[in-house]
């Protein structure tokens, strides 16, 4: 029985995860249109829905050039990834709560 893990496999299981989180992403970025829109479309809702799309495609472009740079071990783009990302989330989060206060 061969006991050694596969080395590609974290690899996929990685990029399935960025898969996920920008599918999560879009979840989310859908829910604000969809609140924005019920709630009627005001200015300040047209603002939130902007830098929601903006979060939404800074999301989407981190994860891709991340998926592709995989192969280089770069602890630099690692921690500057991991930081787009957070930013972007908690952005949207926040412009969630704009939407649902305002």
Known sequence: ?????D???QAERTRLAWR????????CALLLFRLAFERG???VGALALAL???CWLAL????QRRIRAMDRQ???AVA???AAVTFSCVLTGLLGVLLILW
């Open 1 to 5: 029985m061969n006991t050694t893990p």
């Open 41 to 43: 479309l005001d200015d």
């Open 60 to 63: 989407l472009l981190v994860a």
């Open 74 to 76: 770069d602890p630099v």
């Open 7 to 9: 080395p590609g496999a």
């Open 80 to 82: 500057r990834t991991i």
């Open 52 to 54: 929601a799309l903006l």
């Open 20 to 27: 996920r989180t920008v599918l999560s992403g879009t979840a």
